[in-house]
Each structure stands twice: as structure tokens, then as C-alpha cells.
């Protein structure tokens, strides 16, 4: 069973910058050569794409994030990290990182933006 690990979640105040990791054990899963996606799921809405990157670099940004986050690997830390700049308030949410062609799921870190 592979495990992702989210981390990198908290309580943020609106304007305010913060970094989640998604990470897994080499033994389990190579990220490197997997399409990793960071989504997000706000209370009462459906789970909604943040940002995604290819095995080449190639990255996907959800509208309301473009310019503000950044999806990038550390392929020594088995790991993908999203960089989030100029929280808002409609970034609250639990966020997920999912791994394809597989996918895998992680089980969530919570990310609170008040202002």
C-alpha cells in the first residue's frame, strides 16, 4: 500500500505564504516519473484541481491560484511541493495530493486562511 504524506498545513492569516509537501517512500513510488496533482476540497464543495506537474516539469494551475502557487519537485526528497503566496480566504481547505497514472491519494493536510 503506498502512502502519501501531506504536511506543511496550518493556520495562516490572509496575505501570508505557506508550504505543503507531498512525499512518499522511494521503496513505494518513485515521484519522479509520476504525474503528481495538489487539489483541494473547500467544506460544501467538491474537490477542485489547485496545481499539477508532469514527470518533464510541465505544470497546470487552477484559475484562482495562477501567479500565487508554485507546484515543484525534490526528486532527492521523493517529493512534490506546492508554495503557496498571497493566501485568501478561498483558500481554505483540505488539501490533497494525488499521484497518477495510479491514482493515489494522500490523506489530506488542512489549510485555515482567516483574515
Known amino acids: 500500500q503506498v502512502q502519501l504524506v501531506e504536511s506543511g498545513g496550518g493556520s495562516m492569516q490572509a496575505g501570508e505564504s505557506l508550504s505543503l509537501s507531498c512525499a512518499t517512500s522511494?521503496?513505494?513510488?518513485?515521484?519522479?516519473?509520476?504525474?503528481v496533482g495538489w487539489y483541494r476540497q473547500a467544506p460544501g464543495k467538491q474537490r477542485e484541481l489547485v496545481a499539477r506537474?508532469?514527470?518533464?516539469?510541465?505544470?497546470v494551475y487552477g484559475d484562482s491560484v495562477k501567479g500565487r502557487f508554485t507546484i515543484s519537485r525534490d526528486n532527492a526528497k521523493n517529493a512534490v511541493w506546492l508554495q503557496m503566496n498571497s493566501l485568501r480566504l478561498d483558500d481554505t481547505g483540505v488539501y490533497y495530493c494525488?499521484?497518477?497514472?495510479?491514482?493515489?491519494w494522500g490523506q489530506g493536510t488542512q489549510v485555515t486562511v482567516s483574515s
Open positions: 494525488n499521484v497518477l497514472p495510479e491514482g493515489y
Open positions: 522511494e521503496r513505494d513510488l518513485r515521484i519522479a516519473v509520476k504525474t
Open positions: 506537474i508532469t514527470p518533464d516539469g510541465a505544470t
